[in-house]
């Protein structure tokens, strides 16, 4: 895996957290290590590291950032806004600014799990926790679980012949505590409380006492530690317990941090792929959408969503943030590890459709639109605005994504209140005469011709020849199918038709011009029937 760049470390924690003010060698440099300076020791050759400068006022570490650059280190971390800009820039080495109030210790811990972070093909990192807990339930003398702050199991011990009871069977078999008022009331007192807690056994048959500590980093809870107490935990169990909480806390960390430098990573794929410039195969290995079970590249087709017009200019940005991550939890949930962007406003899903080339389509579309409508209608309400979801067409791998992502946004186009969902399929006709339009309208020769005179006309002298044409031409040049379209006598559609021949030189006695005629008033003049 390619080591962590400052672009991928600012991707993970730049923002409130920490804030880029230089980078003079750019955002490719490496980025290997968080180091805290020490003003009582010489710095050492570092090549990659960032320096965070410990003790120095910012506007005081000019000389901290030379010193920086001839260690070979890649960047300086300073508190608050005022720091070196000149020297960082002058010495080649980036500088990074976080709040005044920050506390270093969180500080560093946040930049060394982001810096340690690496997409993995599982992308949870949750092998370091299981070997965590083995560790801890080896120090402290009983069977331990890490859990996240929904209760949700990461990870469980395996040292043999530990005891253990239903409780904790029962939460390894679905990864998940068991709801129960007196469980909520011991994780009450355990996230009140500053260190670890001594908890009573639940009530049950076999039910035992828990040793438990919360993990927190910089004032974030991220889960707890829970050993199960059997009478016989080692006379230093609390602190191992602790200790235990605090590698914990650097573990999650790195995980959360590397599961987003995989989005970031994936996304910016999926731009690339969207577009027709990115390596199908190197984009189906890292995306693990390789070849089907047939040995062809495996159909994928691409999900479009974009929130309605009349979001404020003021909201849009940040309220399209948040359906990007509305849109990217629904993916992962349904198919685990994906892929979501958000481009010009639009949020894109790739949505693998296995079986759709062959099997069953029908069942794969209905499966795609029913997410896509399953999304729509939680944003709305988590949002409070109107989202509408195009689907493009299913393609034969990565490399035909574009194609998808070009048919899903002519679906937007031509989606409005009364059809927010729709995949490419169901308004085939309507996104055809879109793209006509737009080809029309393009050429000159295309573009000119007798529908020009009719709306001129109509303008002109208030007649409704272009209206009645349209209506009769869609009857299929039926006199009396026209009449019922416009709720007028047919006589008065013979009496137009009539008029508009004579005084416009429309000849509706030519098959090509009245379908040509026909075409430029239902694209370039904006007409249909009136059904």
Known sequence: MDACTLGDLLDVVGGPSVRLQTAPAGLAV???????????????????????????????????????????????????????????????????????????????????????????????????????????????????????????????????????????????????????????????????????????????????????????????????????????????????????????????????????????????????????????????????????????????????????????????????????????????????????????GVVYALLPAPGERGGAPRRRTNSHRGLAEDIVARAGQALRVPVRAGLGDVVGGLAEVRASRDDADLVLRVLGPELPVATVEEVRPRVTLLRLTEVLGERRELSVGGWRRVLAHDAEHGTEYARTLVAWLDAGCDMAGAARLLAVHANTCRYRLRQAQHQLGIDLDDPDERLVLWLQLRTLGGLGSRR
């Open 30 to 344: 490496p980025v290997t290590e968080a180091l805290l300076y020490d003003a009582h020791a010489p710095l050492t050759r570092a090549p990659g590291a960032l320096l965070v400068a410990v003790g120095v006022r910012a506007s005081a570490a000019g000389p901290l950032a030379r010193a920086a650059a001839e260690a070979g280190m890649s960047g300086l971390v300073v508190r608050g806004p005022d720091g070196p800009l000149a020297e960082a820039e002058s010495a080649g080495v980036a500088l990074l600014s976080v709040d005044e109030d920050a506390a270093w210790h969180h500080v560093h811990l946040l930049l060394a799990s982001a810096i340690g972070a690496r997409p993995s093909a599982a992308g949870s990192g949750l092998g370091d926790l299981f070997a965590l807990a083995d560790a801890v339930a080896a120090a402290v003398g009983g069977a331990t679980a890490i859990e996240d702050p929904r209760q949700r199991i990461l990870a469980y011990s395996t040292v043999a012949g530990q005891p253990v009871d239903e409780d904790r069977r029962t939460g390894i078999l679905g990864l998940q505590v068991p709801g129960s008022p007196a469980n909520s009331e011991q994780y009450r007192v355990l996230f009140a409380a500053e260190g670890v807690v001594r908890l009573p056994a639940l009530a049950g048959s076999d039910n035992l006492p828990r040793l438990a500590v919360a993990v927190r980093a910089g004032g974030e809870t991220l889960g707890s530690l829970w050993v199960v107490d059997d009478g016989g935990l080692a006379p230093d169990a609390e602190e191992a317990l602790t200790q235990g909480a605090s590698t914990a806390a650097l573990l999650l960390l790195r995980a959360r941090a590397a599961q987003e430098l995989a989005r970031h990573q994936n996304g910016d794929l999926l731009r690339r792929l969207l577009d027709g410039t990115a390596d199908p195969a190197g984009a189906a290995h890292r995306l693990g959408m390789g070849l089907g079970p047939d040995g062809n590249p495996a159909p994928v087709r691409v999900a479009a969503f974009v929130l309605d017009s009349s979001v404020s200019a003021a909201d849009v940005e940040q309220t399209a943030l948040r359906l990007l991550d509305l849109v990217r939890l629904q993916c992962e949930a349904r198919y685990g590890r994906h892929a979501v962007v958000l481009v010009d």
